[in-house]
């Protein structure tokens, strides 16, 4: 069976007899986890197990686990500071910050392949403007160079792990004030200003292997009408022929307000995947879901189901042995090394 172009959410922390005959339908390629799916390590692992049991090749399991405010899974996991802070690192010892990142972005990837998770999206890729709260730290730097550098080093992190990267938002988020969860953003830059700094840490992370890219509910009204997750302009002419991309394009999630644009939960899903998307995500509407379910019947892209096969996951090792390890108990140190406020409030 091929991996389908629809990523769905689960309303809790074990599959319901619903939730095992939709994820078995072709249209499905992979789940995405939230923190109500979460209650501990072993747990999650048995859920991402009997998903995984569900298909082969299995299903697709994807989480934000960023860190900072954008960690879903927290009590039994390593708390994980905001990439802004290795930004600050890497503003008094480039070097060390790199070692820093990379051993970030080992570590966040070697406990979600421990317990079965494909992958995270991540990194950021976002510049830190000062414009955007929704993106705030959760960007590595302002400078684009910067963000290149500290987000190739997460991402030979989370490769040394067994785990794809997945750069967002494309074409960069971090220049809107508006969070598209809520409204649509609008950029109302050239093309020129984006192609300079927005794009350089897309481009340098593509020539070093990126595998995802997630693209931004976000209208850059200068260069083209149509958000960029639903633009053939963005994803094919730049992303794929400019940039050289030959990875999986997800879209945001469509559930966001800033997808409305698009119009309804079907129209959105089609108006994305013939944009160039991969994969689309619908998250917390099951109505919606389903309905985009029953429109991609007989949808079939060969293309797409290669690229998607390559984001499993690779080379697990069982949760004991991993946190038995010395390279965990020494990434761990250093992590917390450079965490600014260990004792912040996670809660979104």
Not at 82 to 100: H, K, N, S, T
Not at 278 to 305: F, I, K, R, T, Y
């Amino acid at each position: 069976m091929v991996l389908g172009p629809l990523m769905i959410d689960l309303q809790g922390t074990e599959l319901t007899a619903a939730e095992r005959e939709r994820l078995l339908r072709p249209e499905v390629g992979g789940v995405i986890l939230f923190s109500r799916n979460y209650e501990s390590p072993r747990q999650l692992q048995a859920l991402v197990e009997s998903i995984h049991r569900l298909r082969d090749p299995h299903l697709l399991v994807a989480v934000d686990q960023e860190g900072g405010r954008v960690q879903r899974f927290r009590d039994g996991f390593t708390r994980l500071p905001p990439v802004a802070e290795l930004g600050l690192a890497y503003d008094q010892d480039r070097r060390a910050a790199l070692r820093l990142a990379e051993t970030s972005g080992w570590l966040m990837a070697a406990e979600l392949r421990a317990v079965g998770v494909d992958f995270s999206f991540a990194p950021v890729l976002d510049l830190a403007y000062g414009r955007s709260a929704v993106i705030g730290d959760r960007a590595f730097h302002r400078r684009p160079e910067a963000v290149a550098e500290l987000a190739a080093a997460y991402q030979r992190g989370m490769q040394r792990a067994g785990m794809q990267a997945v750069g967002k938002h494309f074409p960069g988020h971090g220049a809107v004030s508006e969070d598209s969860h809520l409204a649509l953003p609008v950029d109302t830059r050239s093309y020129a200003d984006i192609r300079l700094a927005d794009l350089l840490p897309f481009e340098r992370l593509i020539h070093q292997g990126l595998a995802g890219v997630m693209a931004a509910h976000v209208v850059y009204e200068a260069v083209d009408p149509r958000a960029a997750g639903f633009s053939a302009f963005w994803l094919r002419e730049v992303l794929r022929d400019e940039l050289g991309f030959q990875g999986v394009i997800f879209s945001d999630d469509l559930s966001m307000v800033a997808a409305e644009v698009a119009g309804d939960p079907v129209r959105r899903a089609k108006a994305a995947l013939a944009a160039g998307c991969d994969m689309v995500l619908v998250c917390n509407q099951p109505q919606a879901a389903e309905a985009v379910l029953d429109a991609l019947q007989g949808h079939d892209d060969p293309a797409a189901h290669l690229r998607l096969v390559r984001m499993h996951g690779r080379g697990q090792t069982d949760w004991e042995t991993l946190r038995a390890s010395r390279a965990w108990r020494e990434a761990v140190e250093a992590v917390r090394g450079y965490d600014v406020d260990p004792l912040l409030d996670m809660d979104m």
